[in-house]
Structure formats: structure tokens, C-alpha cells
């Protein structure tokens, strides 16, 4: 194909076509629009996570199979938004309906451990390199829990993050993920930027941003937090600003980092793990991290979060002075058992959750690694995921439009800005106009893409060649009708 340079944006055609593929997304799911108008009367903004709306509304959808979703007024698309890049398995994978139809009639929920559990564990340790490994329900919670155990082993309160980073939402971390520009700071040295209210300032000050790929600039704000750092959390490609992957080199200086600062190195492998390749980022980029989090792909649908790592580390949740013999004292606390340093006696570190192991989410967790997500899945879901992002550079490039197609293993995006994005300053470049149109021109014509240029799509073991050609064809009559 021939390469075109970058020709300048008719901006006018593509107001044309943004509110016309806008009135086409309307005509087609007056029932989505009706359920918004009677949630919005139940619930703030009409769903149950500020991440499930847009404008003008969301689509609720209805049924789910495959590489296929279908919205409550019929209408099918192929799917490659997944569930935010829960869904490496595919909508109701077979096998994961399988173990879900075995198990719920035998008990949802016991609050009691299950043998499950342990396999799972197993598996992830295999997988990950890990000596321990503990289940929580989400992202979230694996992200909180990994850093109080980091606490609780340095004896340090800060969290380093980078900007652009979103790791679940809990206040330690829900802090400069796409701040505004006015607010953001010094490029080598961010500002701490809460992103909801409602945080408490103090919270805050635990909160140490640093700029993605830019180890000059980590290493200096380590040395101005000297012995004060806990964990160094990083998602090793920034996967909530589009794709961003970490230059070459950088993850192994992030790891010498944290050793020589006495961190802990975390990585949140939320999005990345079990997805880029069977042992995550960690197998994907040979850089080991003191803990790592999962949640999303691990589950093939169901809520799960999990987090490991080092023995030496997840110890904690025992005991802080590494002595064995003290795990059943105390009660889940530890509290009172034996002089400590921790206001109020505390001797291990609190890890908890009723819903925890739930012998639904460990049966579907089981499934979807030992039977879906095995070694021998990942050559194809590469494949594909090498097509569809040459598909659509060889479109960008042909029609002159300005921005990039980048995956990173079987999640991918175009980037709709002609530099690439390396960290969190960059990515505020992006078209979001055109992004929009190009949203809508999709969803309209039955290719489904996260809706927003934060999020990139995810392919499953369920998706065909003829589904990741679908999509290319439906970019390419986009560009032509953009550039004709
Ligand atoms: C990298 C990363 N970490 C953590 C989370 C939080 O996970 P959850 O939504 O399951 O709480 C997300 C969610 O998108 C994420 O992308």
C-alpha cells in the first residue's frame, strides 16, 4: 500500500460525519436510551460504575456469546471491547459455563476454603514466578491489599504511581490519572492531583507521582522521598492512556530502582496479566517484580481479584517478624499476641473479604487458565492482534490520517495523534473528535471499541480472522469517507 504523508484533517466533514453517525447511534437504540431515563431515577447517572457512561448514553446490553454482544434492542456487534479486557476467554466460554453450571448448584457461597482455590493459587504461582498468592473480588482491592502489605513490610506509608496510571479506586491511588493540564505540574516531577472528590488531603500526601518512562526523573523523586517510599506501583504498559508501552529498558530500571530504594516493586497486572502472554508482563518482559496484582482476565467474567509474589513479602499477612509459629494467634488481626512497634498491636498485616475464594469465582478462575488461557492460546491471539494493528496502520497510512496503530500482545488501539505517546503529557494530544466520530462510525456498522480513547480493544480466544477483518474494512470506509 502506498504511504501518504499526513494530510490535514478536513474538520469540517468530520463535524459532518460525528453528528450524523451521533443521530444514526440514536435512531438505532431508543431502548437504551429509555432504560438511562428510568436508571437515572435509581441510580446516580444511571449505572452502577461512573466507568459505564458516555454521551449521549450507554448502550445496555442483553446477551453475550463468543466474540459477540447483542444490545437490548437487537442490535450485534463483535466485540472488542470485552468488558474493559476482562474477556481474553470470550463471552461464556464454554468451558468456564461449564465449571459455573457445575458449581452453583452445589453452594454460591461458604465463607470456608475450597480446594479450588488451591489449584488456582498453584497456577498462578507457575505462572507468575511466585512463592504466595492471595484471591480478593477485584482490581481494586488486589491493589490496596498489595500495598498495605508493602506497607506493613518497609514500614514505609508512601505509594509511588506514575501519572496516567489508574489502579482500581481507592484513595492511595485514585490520583493523577488524567489530571487537567492547569493542575498537572512539573513534567519531571507531577503533582499529586486527587481524581474524585472526596479525598482526604492527608491521604494524599502518601501519594508520589512520577512520569512514565523517564527513569531520570523516577530516580530524583525517589532520592527526594528517600526511606520513605513503600511500593513503587506501575502498570508495566500504561493500558488506561491507550497502549503505551515502556521503552526499552525501562521496566529493568524501574526493578534497580526499587531495590536500591528498599521499595516494594509492585506490578499491577490488572489488564496485562494472563493477557499479553501466559505469565503476564512479568513473562512478556523478563522483569520480575516483589508483588504483582490480577484481577479482570483471570476470572473469564466472573469478579476476582488476586495478588502475589515473594515469600519473604506476602509473609506479612502472618507475621511481621517472620516467625511461623505465631499465624494463629491473634485472630485474623494478629492483634495483642506479642510486643509491637504498630499502634494498637497489631503483628501481621490484614488481608480480608468475605467474598474472597468464593467457590464460584475460583471454579470459573480454574477453568478459564487451565482449560482456556493455556500456553498454547497466545501464539494466535497474537497473530491476530499483529493483524488488525497492520490492517489499520496500513489505513492511517494511506489515507493520511493522523495517528499510529500500536498493540502490545492482544490489546491494541490507534492512537489518534501523529507522535507517539510515551507517557501520560503526550497522550492529552490525542483527537478526540475524531476519535468520537470514528467511535460512533464503528459502533453503528457493528464493530464495538471501549468507549473512550483511555481504553484500547482486547481480542479474545473466540475471535475469527474474519471478525478482526471486519473491523479493518469498517476503519477503512471510515478513512475513505473522511478524507474523500
Ligand atoms: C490497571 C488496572 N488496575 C486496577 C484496576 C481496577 O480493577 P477493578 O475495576 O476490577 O477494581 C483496573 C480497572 O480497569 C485497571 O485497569
Not at 492511595?172 to 474524585?196: C, H, K, Y
Not at 511461623?324 to 503483628?347: D, S, V, W
Request: aromatic share 8%.
Amino acid at each position: 500500500m502506498t504511504v501518504t504523508r499526513e494530510r490535514a484533517l478536513d474538520r469540517d466533514r468530520l463535524r459532518r460525519i460525528g453528528e450524523r453517525e451521533e443521530a444514526a447511534y440514536r435512531a438505532r437504540t431508543p431502548r437504551s436510551a429509555a432504560l438511562l431515563e428510568r436508571a437515572r431515577r435509581a441510580m446516580p447517572l444511571g449505572v452502577a460504575s461512573s466507568f459505564q457512561t458516555y454521551d449521549p448514553y450507554p448502550l445496555f446490553m442483553a446477551d453475550a456469546h463468543g466474540s459477540r454482544i447483542t444490545d437490548v434492542d437487537g442490535n450485534e456487534y463483535v466485540d472488542f471491547d470485552m468488558a474493559f479486557g476482562v474477556l481474553a476467554a470470550g463471552h461464556s466460554h464454554p468451558a468456564v459455563a461449564a465449571a459455573l453450571q457445575r458449581r452453583a448448584p452445589n453452594g454460591t457461597c461458604y465463607t470456608f476454603p475450597v480446594e479450588d482455590s488451591i489449584a488456582l493459587a498453584e497456577e498462578i504461582k507457575l505462572r507468575f514466578g511466585a512463592d504466595l498468592v492471595r484471591f480478593s473480588n477485584s482490581g481494586t482491592e488486589a491493589t490496596m491489599d498489595a500495598i498495605r502489605v508493602a506497607r506493613g513490610y518497609t514500614g514505609r506509608e508512601k505509594v509511588l504511581k506514575f501519572e496516567g496510571g489508574y489502579h482500581g479506586h481507592h484513595d492511595d491511588v485514585l490520583v493523577s490519572i488524567q489530571p487537567p493540564r492547569e493542575a498537572m505540574g512539573e513534567p519531571d516531577a507531577p503533582n499529586s492531583v486527587p481524581a474524585s472528590a472526596g479525598i482526604p488531603l492527608s491521604r494524599l500526601a502518601e501519594t508520589v507521582v512520577a512520569p512514565f518512562n523517564q527513569p531520570d526523573a523516577l530516580e530524583a523523586i525517589l532520592e527526594t522521598h528517600r526511606d520513605q517510599v513503600a511500593a513503587i506501583l506501575i502498570e508495566p504498559v500504561q493500558f488506561n492512556i491507550g497502549v503505551v508501552p515502556p521503552l526499552p529498558g525501562y521496566l529493568e530500571r524501574v526493578r534497580e530502582l526499587a531495590t536500591e530504594h528498599g521499595a516494594v516493586l509492585i506490578f499491577d497486572e490488572v489488564k496485562t496479566g494472563v493477557v499479553l502472554a501466559y505469565g503476564g508482563a512479568y513473562e512478556y518482559f523478563g522483569v520480575k517484580p516483589d508483588l504483582f496484582c490480577l484481577a479482570k482476565s483471570i476470572g473469564g467474567g466472573v469478579p476476582i481479584g488476586a495478588f502475589g509474589g515473594r515469600a519473604e513479602v506476602m509473609r506479612v499477612i502472618e507475621t511481621l517478624d517472620g516467625s511461623p509459629g505465631a499465624a494463629r494467634a491473634g485472630g485474623a488481626f494478629g492483634t495483642g499476641t506479642e510486643a509491637t512497634t504498630i499502634p494498637g498491636g497489631a503483628t501481621r498485616v490484614a488481608h480480608l473479604g468475605t467474598f474472597n475464594g468464593n467457590p464460584l469465582s475460583m471454579a470459573a478462575g480454574l477453568a478459564t487458565l487451565t482449560e482456556v488461557l493455556t500456553r498454547d492460546a497466545y501464539p494466535e491471539l497474537h497473530r491476530l492482534a499483529e493483524r488488525l494493528t497492520s490492517g489499520c496502520q496500513a489505513i492511517l497510512d494511506e489515507f493520511g490520517l493522523p495517528g499510529y496503530a500500536i498493540n502490545v500482545g492482544p490489546k491494541g488501539c490507534v492512537m489518534f495523534t501523529p507522535e507517539r505517546v510515551t507517557s501520560y503529557r503526550d497522550f492529552i494530544g490525542l483527537d478526540s473528535e475524531l476519535w468520537t466520530a470514528f467511535f460512533f462510525y464503528l459502533v453503528n456498522r457493528g464493530i464495538l471499541l471501549p468507549p473512550g480513547p483511555d481504553d484500547q480493544w482486547t481480542l479474545s480466544v473466540q475471535h475469527t480472522e474474519a471478525d478482526v477483518d471486519r473491523h479493518i474494512e469498517t476503519f477503512a470506509s471510515f478513512a475513505k469517507e473522511l478524507s474523500s
